[in-house]
């Protein structure tokens, strides 16, 4: 069965860094998102991209953080300036079609830790 | 953001019994309701899902039930199993975009 992947599955940066995190979705998938979740805390929504441009953010996606879709495979999520708080698991997850009841899948996450 | 709420934060259950897990939403836009579960170090892994045409659904052991008017669903797993025990996460989608509960941590006991 297809999946997302990302990588890497853990990510040590010192405080101030930028950091790229990489995830490959499921290749006929066109709407992408970007989760996370602090330890202890819920899911949350960051981001969702369609069509090559954001198509929804919540207020934690600020200017620190970028989406890009660099080429047919790779969808990644840039924190320009990393914060001691930034330090979570980073989900990202596809779904085939935009506007139909479809489940999203899942990546296995990237574990970022800010020192 | 609290449209999707999930007021049990843990449940424990004894294998072979139903294990019921509840959630509660506020935005009557939502019109698709899933459940995911979690096991650690994993994301999450879709569930089960029922549209808001609907008021059950049912996949093998689990069970969706949809109440539209006390905007609340719940997931029933009958009969347990300790395998089941991970966290389980609601979630509404209005369209294009999904919503998360905090989720519940089920322990099925052997």
């Known amino acids: 069965e297809p999946e997302v992947t990302q990588t890497p599955s853990h990510q040590v940066t010192q405080m101030g860094q930028e950091v790229i995190l990489r995830c490959v979705p499921i290749?006929?998938?066109?709407?992408f998102y970007w989760y996370r979740q602090i330890l202890g805390q819920k899911v949350e929504f960051l981001v969702s991209?369609?069509?090559?441009?954001?198509?929804?953010k919540s207020e934690i996606f600020d200017d620190q953080f970028s989406v890009e879709r660099p080429d047919g495979s790779n969808f990644t999520l840039k924190i320009r300036s990393t914060k001691l708080e930034d330090s979570a698991m980073y989900f990202c997850?596809?779904?085939?079609?935009?506007?139909?009841?479809?489940?999203?899948?899942f990546g296995d996450g990237t574990r970022l830790s800010i020192l | 953001d609290q449209q999707v709420k999930q007021n049990s934060p843990s449940l424990s259950v004894q294998e072979g019994r139903i294990s019921i897990l509840n959630c509660d939403y506020t935005n009557s836009m939502f019109d698709y309701f899933l459940w995911y579960k979690k096991y650690p170090a994993e994301g999450p892994t879709f569930l089960i899902s029922?549209?808001?045409?609907?008021d059950k659904n049912e996949d093998g052991r689990f069970t969706v039930f949809l109440n539209k008017s006390a905007k609340h669903l719940s997931l029933h797993i009958v009969p347990s199993q300790p395998g089941d025990s991970a966290v389980y996460f609601c979630?509404?989608?209005?369209?294009?975009?999904?919503?998360f509960g905090a989720g519940t941590r089920l322990t099925v006991k052997p």
């Open positions: 997850a596809s779904k085939g079609q935009v506007m139909t009841n479809q489940p999203q899948h």
């Open positions: 290749s006929n998938h066109l709407y």
């Open positions: 029922i549209s808001s045409i609907k």
């Open positions: 979630a509404a989608s209005a369209g294009r975009d999904m919503r």
């Open positions: 991209f369609y069509n090559n441009e954001i198509s929804e």
